[in-house]
């Protein structure tokens, strides 16, 4: 039986190696018409040309017959304007992968069902304000976010792509919510890009784009990491030190601190700037003083576990899904540590369940 040619999953290959096709022909050996004619779909290549077009890329040949991918419409970048067309590209075509990777996901484990409100028109504050008393936290600060929107159902991947162009992004890829974010910020900026996608996820379902989207998506990051009675309850004199010491409470970055109390009006706007000249004096806007720990999913980090128990890592599951180990090793947030870890976890027959704890 003839195995089917998907033209989408040759596109995606290509975005996700930043190639032109004009690239990807030199690579390849295979002609630009050719090429032209795959991507279209008029043609279905020879074998030989599809080897060509794995070696040229780095994807395994299976990939390119294993099924339709599909690119989400839209996705709400967070520094588009200064984005390149093929890094927004690639970042779009890193979901299509991070689909396959859920897909599988959800067959062989029981993970938990997207609860993610609508809130669309409300004002950014109250929807922070609202989706905490849906998820229960009242005021308390959110201990692992990564970990809370696993719990909630959201696909949380990381990016490969060492560029503060393409830092973090959010789609909705039917009824189930992605969020990826980039691990080249400091662990605090990577928590506030979560709860500003987190924001885009609740607030923008009608792929609204632009400045005004963004700062919504900033007001309720800042809201639902730092919910207003707890910080007022809590405040301190606004010197450097007082807040670089209270800062840990929220698992905010130290600017993100001082922007919340100037809008909570615990700052004048004359002190506000006195404190930012400051932080830029002493290099806190590139480091951040007292840097947390990065946050890891705990999904991921119990199936690589379970994994482990039946002697398969990464590349085995890379092999079996017909992806390129090093897409799935990026795409996975977990640290090398819990990768590599032969660490048992209980094993139930047939599916197993995964305990995600929230907080």
Same mark, same amino acid.
Not at 195 to 202: Q, S, T, V
Not at 218 to 230: E, H, M, S, V, W
Not at 257 to 277: M, P, S
Not at 295 to 303: K, M
């Given at each position: 039986?003839?195995?089917?040619?998907?033209?989408?999953?040759?596109?995606?290959?290509?975005?996700?190696?930043?190639?032109?096709?004009?690239?990807?022909?030199?690579?390849?050996?295979?002609?630009?018409?050719?090429?032209?004619?795959?991507?279209?779909? &008029?043609?279905?290549?020879?074998?030989?040309?599809?080897?060509?077009?794995?070696?040229?890329?780095?994807?395994?040949?299976?990939?390119?017959?294993?099924?339709?991918?599909?690119?989400?419409?839209?996705?709400?970048?967070?520094?588009?304007?200064?984005?390149?067309?093929?890094?927004?590209?690639?970042?779009?075509?890193?979901?299509?992968?991070?689909?396959?990777?859920?897909?599988?996901?959800?067959? &062989?484990?029981?993970?938990?069902?997207?609860?993610?409100?609508?809130?669309?028109?409300?004002?950014?504050?109250?929807?922070?304000?609202?989706?905490?008393?849906?998820?229960?936290?009242?005021?308390?600060?959110?201990?692992?976010?990564?970990?809370?929107?696993?719990?909630?159902?959201?696909?949380?991947?990381?990016?490969?792509?060492?560029?503060?162009?393409?830092?973090?992004?959010?789609?909705?890829?039917?009824?189930?919510?992605?969020?990826?974010?980039?691990?080249?910020?400091?662990? &605090?900026?990577?928590?506030?890009?979560?709860?500003?996608?987190?924001?885009?996820?609740?607030?923008?379902?009608?792929?609204?784009?632009?400045?005004?989207?963004?700062?919504?998506?900033?007001?309720?990051?800042?809201?639902?990491?730092?919910?207003?009675?707890?910080?007022?309850?809590?405040?301190?004199?606004?010197?450097?030190?007082?807040?670089?010491?209270?800062?840990?409470?929220?698992?905010?970055?130290?600017?993100?601190?001082?922007?919340?109390?100037?809008?909570?009006?615990?700052?004048?706007?004359?002190?506000?700037?006195?404190?930012?000249?400051?932080?830029?004096?002493?290099?806190?806007?590139?480091?951040?003083?007292?840097?947390?720990?990065?946050?890891?999913?705990?999904?991921?980090?119990?199936?690589?576990?379970?994994?482990?128990?039946?002697?398969?890592?990464?590349?085995?599951?890379?092999?079996?899904?017909?992806?390129?180990?090093?897409?799935?090793?990026?795409?996975?947030?977990?640290?090398?540590?819990?990768?590599?870890? &032969?660490?048992?976890?209980?094993?139930?027959?047939?599916?197993?369940?995964?305990?995600?704890?929230?907080?």
């Amino acid at each position: 039986m003839t195995r089917a040619f998907f033209p989408s999953s040759l596109e995606i290959a290509r975005l996700r190696r930043k190639l032109t096709s004009a690239e990807l022909s030199k690579r390849s050996g295979v002609s630009t018409r050719e090429l032209r004619r795959i991507f279209a779909g &008029e043609v279905e290549p020879s074998p030989e040309s599809v080897e060509a077009i794995a070696r040229a890329l780095d994807y395994p040949v299976g990939f390119f017959y294993s099924g339709d991918l599909a690119m989400p419409a839209a996705a709400t970048f967070r520094a588009l304007g200064s984005m390149t067309k093929m890094e927004a590209g690639a970042g779009k075509a890193s979901a299509a992968l991070g689909a396959r990777l859920s897909d599988w996901l959800e067959r &062989e484990f029981d993970v938990p069902e997207p609860s993610v409100p609508d809130l669309t028109g409300t004002e950014p504050e109250q929807a922070a304000q609202m989706l905490r008393e849906m998820w229960g936290l009242g005021e308390r600060p959110i201990g692992n976010l990564v970990r809370l929107l696993e719990a909630k159902g959201v696909r949380v991947f990381s990016l490969s792509e060492e560029t503060l162009r393409l830092d973090a992004f959010a789609t909705w890829l039917g009824a189930r919510p992605f969020v990826f974010l980039n691990g080249v910020k400091s662990a &605090e900026r990577s928590r506030f890009d979560a709860a500003h996608e987190l924001g885009h996820l609740c607030l923008h379902r009608d792929d609204q784009q632009g400045k005004q989207v963004e700062d919504e998506a900033n007001r309720f990051a800042a809201a639902f990491l730092l919910p207003q009675g707890d910080v007022i309850a809590r405040r301190v004199f606004p010197t450097l030190p007082n807040l670089i010491a209270s800062k840990s409470r929220w698992g905010v970055a130290l600017s993100a601190l001082v922007h919340r109390y100037q809008d909570l009006g615990l700052l004048n706007a004359d002190r506000a700037k006195w404190l930012y000249i400051e932080m830029s004096r002493k290099g806190y806007l590139k480091n951040e003083p007292r840097p947390m720990a990065r946050e890891t999913s705990a999904i991921w980090t119990q199936v690589l576990q379970s994994l482990w128990t039946e002697r398969r890592n990464v590349r085995a599951l890379s092999d079996s899904l017909a992806l390129p180990a090093d897409e799935v090793e990026s795409l996975i947030f977990v640290s090398w540590d819990a990768r590599q870890s &032969e660490t048992s976890i209980q094993r139930i027959s047939g599916r197993a369940n995964l305990k995600v704890i929230g907080e």
